[in-house]
């Protein structure tokens, strides 16, 4: 393959945070559009808001569910193909999926729609982030995962909020098209600009499969899917908090949406810089200061001040996280790069999936819209427990590795 040239190699890595972006709008753009969607496909929501909502949110459990899926599928048997070509055929399932979803002509076609749209994303970021990183070269893992990822938390900023805008105006479904027009792009550019990085013949999905194995890379599945739960238990309800409990507009939610997604974009630029210098202690101090800011949240929120601050904190410190996370998860996989990268996300759409479903359980419960918060300082708590359990399994066994050359060595002599 021929040196990249500046420009194609800039362009190339706008063509893959792009994509990001597009992710970033179809799965968080749900969220700000929920109450729509409910009161547009499930009677009788008017009556029982409370009730319903939390029903109505199991089409964000369903996107999460759909990348669970399709995360170690894709992962797997995609171990041969290149990941360029891999990343072409995503982006024509994201497009697919997006329009399907737009067209949905009922409750449960819609959730079903979005199980597909979901299938491609943990082996897009995988793949972009793996690609991201060959393109800038050596020591650049880090930056190449938090260049993947820079478009899923500029999306917070810029297209969550304009896609909330639009279904607010002209109804939820333009969202979804919005979204089918950004994968399309991406894909032209794509097409156009990405290097034809080639297949390797080595690889296949034994040699994938062998990865899960390794317990350590459970145990950081497990901090992602529980961890990243504390994220989207507030998430996936804050527009209710901000209408219900805050007592602001309607047309306030994409505000406090891209004030949190401002939040994530410095936060993504500053994880994966860290990651790159201190992994684990980006992580801990990643996870710490989490919890504090979902702590505050739960006092403050009523206040329009107070949350605005808060959802910029949690935006920022769930950020730091999610490129040290992935970071983690890629070395612990070793040579089952591209699963270990595509899991991680299957694990944040568990945190996904988890955290919306236990936030919808106690709204429904009758203990408010704001107690959510509560519900993602135990998960965010876990994660971090699970997250320092990690850190000793790895230091324990590399201590007993030592100790056994040592042994053996000695033995010998």
């Known amino acids: 393959m021929k040196p990249l040239t500046p420009l194609r190699r800039t362009i190339a890595l ?13 799965e968080f753009a749900s969220m700000g559009l929920l109450p729509n969607i409910a009161s547009d496909l499930i009677p009788g929501f008017d009556a029982n808001p409370q009730q319903e909502i ?6 964000i459990t369903a996107y999460a569910l759909g990348v669970v899926i399709g995360a170690p599928l894709f992962a797997i048997f995609g171990a041969r193909a290149s990941h360029t070509r891999l990343t072409f055929l995503l982006l024509v399932l994201f497009v697919g999926g997006s329009l399907a979803s737009a067209a949905a002509p009922t409750f449960e076609t819609l959730v079903l729609f979005r199980v597909l749209a979901g299938l491609p994303h943990g082996a897009y970021f995988g793949a972009a982030s793996l690609i991201a990183a060959r393109i800038m070269g050596p020591g650049s893992q880090g930056k190449g ?17 304009l896609a909330t805008w639009l ?3 002209l ?6 098209v919005l979204v089918a027009a950004i994968f399309a792009a991406t894909l032209a550019l794509a097409l ?3 290097p034809r990085y080639a297949a390797n013949p080595d690889r296949d999905p034994r040699s994938e499969l062998r990865a899960l194995a390794n317990y350590r890379l459970w145990i950081m599945i497990a901090v992602g ?3 990243f739960g504390g994220f989207f238990a507030v998430y996936s309800y804050v527009s209710e908090v901000t209408t ?3 007592g602001l507009e309607p047309p306030a939610v994409p505000w406090v949406l891209a004030v949190m997604g401002l939040g994530m974009t410095i936060g993504n630029l500053i994880g994966g810089w860290a990651s790159d210098r201190n992994l684990v202690g980006t992580i801990v101090v990643g996870f710490a200061t989490f919890v504090a800011s979902l702590l505050v949240y739960t006092w403050v929120a009523p206040s329009p001040v107070g949350l605005f601050v808060t959802v910029f904190s949690i935006g920022l410190t769930e950020a730091i996280l999610i490129p040290s996370i992935q970071a983690r998860m890629i070395r612990i996989a070793d040579e089952a790069e591209l699963l270990g990268a595509a899991v991680n996300h299957a694990a944040f759409n568990v945190g996904n999936g988890l955290g919306a479903w236990l936030g919808g359980a106690v709204i429904a419960a009758g203990f408010g819209y704001l107690a959510p918060g509560w519900v993602g300082i135990a998960l965010a708590l876990v994660g971090f427990a699970l997250a320092l359990l990690s850190v000793y399994v790895e230091r324990r066994d590399k201590a007993r590795s030592r100790n056994t050359v040592g042994i053996r060595v000695v033995g010998e002599a």
Not at 171 to 176: E, I, L, P
């Open 145 to 161: 995962v938090a260049l993947a990822l820079s478009g899923l938390t500029i999306a917070n900023v810029v297209g969550v909020p």
């Open 192 to 194: 156009a600009f990405l």
């Open 167 to 169: 279904g607010q105006s």
């Open 244 to 246: 219900r409990i805050t």
């Open 225 to 227: 899917s529980i961890g």
């Open 54 to 59: 939390a029903r109505a949110g199991i089409v």
């Open 171 to 176: 109804g939820w479904r333009w969202a979804y």
């Open 14 to 26: 706008i063509a893959l945070a792009l994509g990001g972006f597009g992710i970033g709008v179809t």
